[in-house]
């Protein structure tokens, strides 16, 4: 059944994508700036599922070790993770990744850092005026109409673009999001053999068994295998990734044109076909809930690595949160969608937890120091 299920991939991706996708390729452009040299490589071909492992962490801990400081790394050789961000060229994502970049630049070189390079790959096929600022990759879009106005739809696509063309020193890649803020210098949370990633509440594919078994029959094991994750944060060896990549496409591809998997998952659709992909070949992640702080519902940044600030944080002038009402203060990045925010964003009332705080204390602190703030977000 493995080799059915091999089979029945590689036809989805000649049937749906292929056609398309390698006249596509054909156009890629690589765009680079002075701070990050990529040049061209061989995307592995290497067919062999690796397998399956528990995400046990008893390597984890004799890679870490916690003290009253924190998590530290013992002695051992660093292990340098580039970081990649997908991203469109609107407005909205480019200020979030100039703040995140930022972020990035202040904490790369930390104390217990393991962060390496840093590569924006933009999915517009097409450059923008951020092409100096932050080290940049240009994919090209899917083919009009292929994301059916699920832009998310390109990300998998872009992967694939990017690990058959860039090359780079690190084994492992983190893949993040525009965003995200780093707080704190990030260490390689992976282990020699299993990715990190954070766990989503809501993946949750023993829900929707029925779905998730047309792409992980139930010859491949059970759901349990599958990891309730998306593809970001997580940081990753780049061998892993190129397996994982063109399959989390293609399953991606096959889910939106499933209504029923396209009903029921909606926007984390291309979550759920990064996790199914996954598992497919074997990889199991290390769920680390330390990798990010999500407020308003995560009220303390605490040990945590990232701020994610994905959601609307709304609050009454007494600090009382009033989530899906806008409230009398408010910060939520879909405010901006068609030009930056101001720098000196006001600051929450008091009572309104510190995650929030901190958050907006982050934003204003980036776009005071960043050139051109009004003219380039």
């Not at 961000?85 to 904490?107: F, G, L």
């Not at 029921?264 to 680390?288: C, D, N, P, Q, T």
Request: charged share 20%.
């Amino acid at each position: 059944m493995r080799m059915g299920l091999s089979v029945a991939l590689r036809a989805m991706g000649l049937i749906m994508v292929s056609a398309v996708l390698f006249t596509t390729y054909n156009t890629v452009t690589l765009i680079v700036s002075p701070l990050d040299e990529s040049r061209g490589t061989k995307f592995s071909d290497n067919e062999d599922l690796p397998n399956v492992v528990s995400p046990i962490l008893g390597e984890q801990k004799k890679l870490l070790q916690q003290n009253n400081d924190g998590l530290h790394l013992q002695t051992r050789k660093r292990r340098l993770f580039h970081v990649a961000v997908t991203a469109s060229d609107t407005p909205y994502n480019r200020w979030q990744c100039r703040i995140m970049y930022y972020w990035y630049r202040q904490y790369r070189d930390g104390p217990h850092s393991e962060m390496g390079g840093f590569t924006r790959i933009l999915h517009s096929g097409r450059p923008d005026h951020l092409m100096k600022e932050i080290p940049t990759f240009i994919a090209e879009e899917l083919p009009q109409g292929m994301d059916q106005g699920y832009v998310v739809l390109n990300r998998p696509w872009a992967f694939v673009q990017w690990l058959q063309i860039a090359t780079f020193e690190e084994e492992y890649i983190m893949m993040a999001e525009p965003d995200h803020i780093f707080v704190k210098p990030l260490p390689n949370l992976a282990t020699d053999e299993l990715p990190a990633a954070f766990q989503f509440s809501y993946i949750q594919p023993l829900k929707h068994e029925k779905i998730v078994r047309k792409y992980f029959p139930e010859e491949m094991g059970p759901i349990s295998r599958i990891d309730s994750i998306g593809n970001s944060p997580a940081i990753i060896k780049k061998s892993q990734l190129e397996l994982i990549a063109p399959t989390w496409m293609n399953i991606s591809l096959y889910m939106k044109n499933d209504i029923e998997a396209d009903e029921a998952f909606g926007w984390v659709l291309e979550m759920y076909a990064y996790a199914i992909a996954s598992s497919i070949h074997g990889v199991k992640h290390v769920l680390r809930k330390d990798f990010m702080v999500q407020p308003p519902w995560d009220l303390e940044v605490a040990e945590k690595y990232i701020i994610h600030y994905t959601y609307g944080c709304d609050y009454t002038m007494q600090g009382v949160l009033t989530y899906g009402k806008i409230g009398e203060w408010r910060f939520d990045k879909r405010s901006y969608l068609l030009s930056a925010p101001p720098r000196n964003l006001s600051l929450p009332p008091p009572g309104v937890p510190e995650s929030v705080v901190t958050l907006v204390r982050m934003v204003n602190e980036a776009t005071a120091n960043i050139p051109n703030w009004t003219e380039g977000g």
